[in-house]
Each structure stands twice: as structure tokens, then as C-alpha cells.
């Protein structure tokens, strides 16, 4: 679903590079998880796969096609989650939604109901410059879910939500795997990426460490303990 060979991405193009020789592999179904501290090459990374950043050096294929041109046939493939959210403060929640399934040339979802599925629908016909920052978050999620996208990009899901609701997104985004989604999950949560994740790849300044799946990388590097409590009774009193 994904390919990426020796992608190089430079923002000043003078030799410095934000991204440096990345190579992997996403399969059809999969949940891929990108992990790394804050300037280390995710957000570039997702940049280029999602076509907002030019691809300078490298060769990405995503969704079948090559993003060196990449046409609108692809973006109706794709979702996208921002952990910024950018919705129209100006437009209700609702109208948000509304307007921007008008921009696929595939069939969409309702948003209503998808209003539904994260908990808005009680506020669908509030301006979202209203909302809460979690609120906005909720917004931009149900929004990538619109085209119910092949592949579907989740920068940092959970971000700024509730225990109650995280839950709730991780459960919608297990769903969508087990109907065939294939996720490219963004992330510097550890505990996010093992519950979800079939793989996962450490990129640090640029250039990618290492990809494993959760389980072998806690069999390879975890350390192996055991915690015991004990009760004990001294003199007619329990410690």
C-alpha cells in the first residue's frame, strides 16, 4: 500500500536534510506506526505520503500511486488526521463536514453520523470555533473518515482527549483495521503504538533505527521483571 525507497526531503535545500535515505514498506491492512521525539522526520514523512510536501529525492509510491505526480484519483483514497486541527471556526461542525465531502468524486459517508461516531452530534450545528481544542481534534478525526479512506494517515489521535474518548478513538480506528483500512499511525506514545500496531519505526533526526513489530521489540529490549506483593501478620497485626 506504501513504498518508500531512499527518501531524502530538505526544507532549505542546502544539504541539510529533515529526512535522510528512509526506506519502508506499508502492506495492504496493515497498521503502521511512526514513531520518534518532536523534530525527528514525522511530520516530513507524512508530509511528502500525504502530498503536501514535495517529493524531492527518493521514490514513494502510495495507494498505487507514484508521488511524484500525484493525481486526484489518489486523494480520494486517502484520509488524513492532522494532530493540528484546521477546520473553519466560521462553519458549524456539521457544515464542516458537508463542505468538505464535496470535494471527493467518490461516494461519502454521513456526517451526521460520523458526528455520531465521536461524539459530537449534540453540537453538530455549533460554530466549531466554539469547540474545545479536544473538540476540534474529534472534528478533524471524523473529517479524514469521510471518503472511509483506503489508507488513512493518524497524526498523534489521541492528543489533548480524555481517557473515556481516547478509548473511544482507538476503538474506532481498531474497527476500520479489522474492515481493511490500512493506518499509518504518527505517534511518540509507546503504549498507543503497541495497542494498535502491527509494526512500528523508530526515526531519529531523520533517519529510521529501526522497524519491528511491538511484541518483538519488548522480547528484544524489555526488561524482564517480576513484582510481588506480600501481606504479613506480626503480632495480631497485618503489615
Known sequence: ?????????????????AVEDVSFAIAKGETFGFLGPSGAGKSTTQGVLTGLLQLQKGAVTVAGHDMRKPGRAMFNRIGVSFEQSNVYDKLTALEN?????KLFDVETLDPMELLRTVGLDHVAKKKAGEFSKGMKHRLTFARSMLNRPELWFLDEPTTGLDPAIASEIKDIVKKRKEEGATIFLTTHNMYIAD????RVAFIIDGKIKLVDSPRALKLRYGEKLVRIDARTEVGGTRS
Open 1 to 17: 500500500m506504501v513504498e518508500v525507497e531512499g527518501l531524502y526531503h530538505s526544507y532549505a535545500r542546502d544539504g541539510r536534510y
Open 97 to 101: 463536514l458537508e463542505f468538505y465531502r
Open 195 to 198: 495497542e494498535l500496531c502491527d
